[in-house]
């Protein structure tokens, strides 16, 4: 059992090239979810899916999209880099109950770099 | 909207002192409250949870209680160690579709041996 896996670790990328972030989780969760780490800001949310097929926007998501084709992958695109977008971003999974308590599971994170 | 403010940093400490995190949200309605640890160079994990009020979350140590009538979930261990070295995360969720955790702007521990 593997958990959250995030590849690839590091990245930089000059301005306006595109590249995926990928995210795989080995436990079955219907919810996933990409956040961007800032200094001094907390995490904030991406975008997020419920389930395979399903995606929506979350806080912060201009510059990024995102497609759920299987439940185990939710990979992250960036279209063309910007500066801005140099974060290291999380991407997490958890059970989709009633409550909203379930536990989130992140990933180890990927650090961007845009010159 | 939601937001959480938590003690700013860092917090520097010996070895076998106590800690406390201060962490206050505000809300409309009764979210669960998380803390999350941030190890250097890993992810964050769930250090502890409470779903309701008057709940208290506990784990390695640690422990928070859910005060709905001050709005706050303080962070609490009666001794540190050098391996709790870590940025410590305040978080609160909603039972929305989103399940965004809105998180706090982390605290920075550094223990002392």
């Known amino acids: 059992n593997a958990g959250v896996t995030q590849t690839p670790k590091f990245q930089v990328l000059k301005t306006g090239q595109s590249m995926t972030l990928q995210c795989a989780q080995d436990?079955?969760?219907?919810?996933m979810s990409w956040y961007r780490q800032d200094p001094g800001m907390g995490l904030r949310l991406i975008h997020y899916?419920?389930?395979?097929?399903?995606?929506d926007q979350g806080e912060v998501p201009n510059g990024y999209n995102v497609s759920r084709s299987t439940t185990e992958d939710f990979p992250l695109r960036l279209l063309s880099a910007a500066p801005s977008q140099t974060s290291v971003y999380f991407c997490?999974?958890?059970?989709f109950g009633t409550g909203g308590g379930e536990t989130q599971y992140f990933g180890p994170g990927t650090r961007l770099l845009v010159l | 909207g939601d937001s959480v403010t938590q003690m700013e940093g860092p917090v520097t400490l010996s070895e076998e002192a106590f800690l406390t995190i201060n962490c206050t949200y505000t809300?409309?309605?009764?979210?669960?409250l998380f803390w999350y640890v941030q190890y250097p160079g890993e992810g964050l994990q769930l250090l502890l949870k409470a779903t309701k009020a008057d709940d208290k979350g506990s784990n390695k140590g640690f422990e928070a209680t859910y005060r709905k009538e001050t709005t706050s979930f303080h962070l609490e261990k009666g001794s540190v160690q050098v391996s709790d070295s870590a940025v410590y995360f305040c978080?609160?969720?909603?039972?929305?579709?989103?399940?965004?955790?809105?998180f706090g702007s982390g605290t920075q521990l550094t223990v002392l041996p």
């Open positions: 899916s419920v389930g395979a097929g399903i995606t």
């Open positions: 436990m079955n969760h219907e919810y």
């Open positions: 997490a999974s958890s059970y």
């Open positions: 809300a409309t309605g009764y979210p669960s």
């Open positions: 978080a609160l969720i909603f039972s929305g579709s989103a399940r965004q955790l809105t």
